[in-house]
């Protein structure tokens, strides 16, 4: 659906993002995360034909953005970052104009716009004016003016920015009830918020992407061993002695104390299978073995991994 | 060209949701209705006199008395109240960030501008419309010669639509509606004013200071002369500035 190649910005001198390529399928969801500055924003407005690459190209249902800009937002939903509305307008009048600008037809108009009003739970607010509204609303009303016309690109710049939890949760709820409906570009630094609705991360570190993929199949690049975590209790000394001559254990350490005789392991392992070999010989040195469990990485620690790595280099 | 109209219509409308169009209509009719009065008071005692004394005769002429000056007051009202009605237009826009959104719906750089263009000239338009009453005024208390009024106000308006253009190229390159609207002013009054010199200067510089003063280009409509030379000067004057907001827009790529 979303095909990027070599897409490079420069801003005079300054580097905006450089050699910037990846694909979107249809219906997927993708998380574009990166510090501030990262390259994100200009990604997506050159996306939504704000502006031209200096260089490369990028096509969205096979239209070139450079060729057939018209065409390209027709099928681009855009929710710009700090939500810019017309203030003086009513919410109504405001998704009227927007319905009419998107070329949606005089008798679907109205139906449309009541649509996405329901959709983003605008109903109680509609008829006031956007200025004298909340942030958490006019979150909402940004939203309901990317949706309308049901374009199946959706550009989404820091969504959830100003939202009280409970929206956030509605909001996060919203994106994930559209995967496989719509193709939709997140881009934001709160990382749960990626794990919790993306099928697949782009990280983009300084104008470049350093990483692609799913956030399960990234922690295994990264953490390049399994991890497992378990609670024994039993002197730490002789466990750590005991465990490390398991074969395929790379390393052990004592994570934390839990009371005078239990503690948490955290053991490096060349696989997960080596969780079976470690309850055995706990069970057979007659330490009580409380909990094993595999230990996946987080995204935070995949995020903080792959942007030191960059800064290491 | 359908989404130049929907555009156009927001436009329209913003002006008067807030106060800004009824403001700006409102001192032009008040101090245009000034005028009015004044001329006429003045061409009354003036025909009073002319009664009296027959070589006054040939010298009152309603058109000559009371239009061709209230024509060039007009003119000169619209330089400080055109700047009040453009300052806004993509200003404000800049500033709230909207103009990112604007342009992420399928309408074109051109078709934005357009749509704006026309919303301003829309109020302009309604403004001048009404000063229409002075003319009917005339036409119940005398017999005022209709080409200079149709000329006069064809005048106008081209010059409104210059002024327009002029204040939509200031709003396009700050997004603070102050400068843009002191910019504009400066730019107008100093268009208008340049003329004035130009019969001090000489030669060559003295013409091409004369040519380009929005004043001269002006006169000729009030006093009823239609040349082809001053319809083109504000055509193309409308033309340029309207193609340098268009740069001005394009070179967001570079700002933002």
């Given at each position: 659906m979303i095909k990027v190649e070599g897409l490079t910005k420069y801003y005079g001198q300054i580097r905006g993002i450089e050699d910037v390529t990846f694909t979107i399928k249809e219906g997927e969801i993708v998380g574009l995360l990166g510090p501030n500055g990262a390259g994100k924003t200009t990604t997506m407005r050159?996306?939504?034909?704000?502006?031209?690459?200096?260089?490369?190209k990028a096509e969205i249902a096979g239209l070139n953005i450079l060729e057939?800009?018209?065409?390209?937002?027709?099928?681009?939903?855009?929710?710009?970052?700090?939500?810019?509305?017309?203030?003086?307008?009513?919410?109504?009048s405001y998704l009227m104009f927007v319905a009419e600008i998107k070329g949606i037809k005089r008798k679907d108009r109205k139906r449309k716009v009541e649509e996405v009003v329901e959709v983003c739970g605008i109903e109680n607010v509609k008829r006031?004016?956007?200025?004298?509204?909340?942030?958490?609303?006019?979150?909402?009303?940004?939203?309901?003016?990317?949706?309308?016309g049901n374009p199946p690109v959706l550009i989404l710049d820091e969504p959830t920015i100003g939202l009280d939890p409970k929206q956030?949760?509605?909001?996060?709820?919203?994106?994930?009830?559209?995967?496989?409906?719509?193709?939709?570009?997140l881009s934001t630094h709160i990382l749960p918020e990626v794990s919790m609705t993306c099928q697949r991360v782009i990280i983009i570190n300084k104008g470049k992407i350093i990483a692609q993929d799913t956030p399960d199949n990234l922690a295994f690049q990264l953490q390049k061993s399994y991890k497992i975590c378990a609670k024994i209790e039993g002197p730490p000394e002789k466990i750590v002695e005991r465990l490390k001559d398991i074969e395929g254990i790379k390393d052990i350490k004592v994570e934390k104390k839990i009371d005078d005789k239990k503690f948490e392991y955290v053991i490096n392992a060349e696989n997960l299978n080596i969780a079976k070999d470690i309850a055995s010989c706990t069970v057979k040195s007659g330490w009580g073995l409380f909990e094993i469990r595999p230990l996946s990485m987080g995204l935070e620690d995949i995020f903080v991994n792959l942007v030191t790595e960059e800064k290491t280099e | 060209m359908k989404n130049i109209f929907f555009l156009f219509k927001k436009e329209f409308k913003s002006y008067f949701v807030s106060p800004i169009a009824y403001v700006v209509i409102s001192i032009f009719l008040v101090i245009c209705g000034y005028f009015f009065y004044r001329d006429l008071v003045y061409f009354s005692i003036l025909s009073l006199q002319a009664g009296y004394d027959s070589s006054l005769q040939s010298s009152v002429n309603i058109n000559e008395l009371i239009l061709r000056p209230l024509f060039?007051?007009?003119?000169?009202?619209?330089?400080?109240?055109?700047?009040?009605?453009?300052?806004?237009?993509?200003?404000?826009?800049?500033?709230?960030?909207?103009?990112?959104?604007?342009?992420?719906?399928?309408?074109?750089?051109i078709g934005v501008i357009a749509g704006k263009f026309t919303a301003s000239l829309g109020v302009l338009l309604i403004a001048l419309g009404?000063?229409?009453?002075?003319?009917?005024?005339?036409?119940?208390?005398?017999e005022p010669e209709t080409g200079p009024i149709i000329s006069g106000y064809l005048g106008l308006i081209l010059m409104g639509i210059s002024f327009l253009c002029v204040g939509i190229f200031f709003s396009a390159l700050t997004e603070n509606q102050i400068?843009?609207?002191?910019?504009?002013?400066?730019?107008?009054?100093?268009?208008?004013?340049?003329?004035?010199?130009?019969?001090?200067?000489?030669?060559?510089?003295?013409?091409?200071l004369s040519e380009i003063s929005i004043f001269n280009h002006f006169n000729n409509f009030a006093k009823g002369i239609i040349v082809t030379s001053d319809l083109s000067f504000y055509i193309i004057s409308s033309l340029i500035?309207?193609?340098?907001?268009?740069?001005?827009?394009?070179?967001?790529?570079?700002?933002?």
């Open positions: 050159i996306l939504t034909c704000l502006f031209p690459p200096t260089r490369g057939n800009p018209i065409e390209v937002k027709k099928l681009i939903g855009y929710l710009p970052e700090t939500t810019p509305l017309y203030l003086d307008m009513s919410v109504l006031r004016l956007i200025g004298k509204l909340s942030k958490g609303y006019k979150q909402r009303v940004g939203l309901a003016q990317a949706l309308l956030t949760f509605e909001f996060r709820q919203l994106i994930k009830d559209m995967q496989g409906k719509r193709t939709i570009i | 060039s007051n007009m003119g000169f009202v619209l330089i400080f109240l055109v700047p009040l009605l453009t300052m806004r237009v993509f200003s404000e826009e800049k500033k709230l960030g909207t103009l990112e959104l604007l342009l992420s719906y399928p309408v074109s750089d009404i000063t229409s009453v002075f003319p009917i005024i005339l036409f119940i208390l005398g400068i843009a609207a002191t910019a504009t002013f400066g730019t107008l009054l100093l268009f208008w004013a340049i003329g004035w010199s130009s019969i001090f200067v000489p030669g060559t510089l003295g013409k091409i500035f309207l193609y340098l907001t268009n740069i001005i827009l394009q070179q967001r790529a570079w700002k933002s």
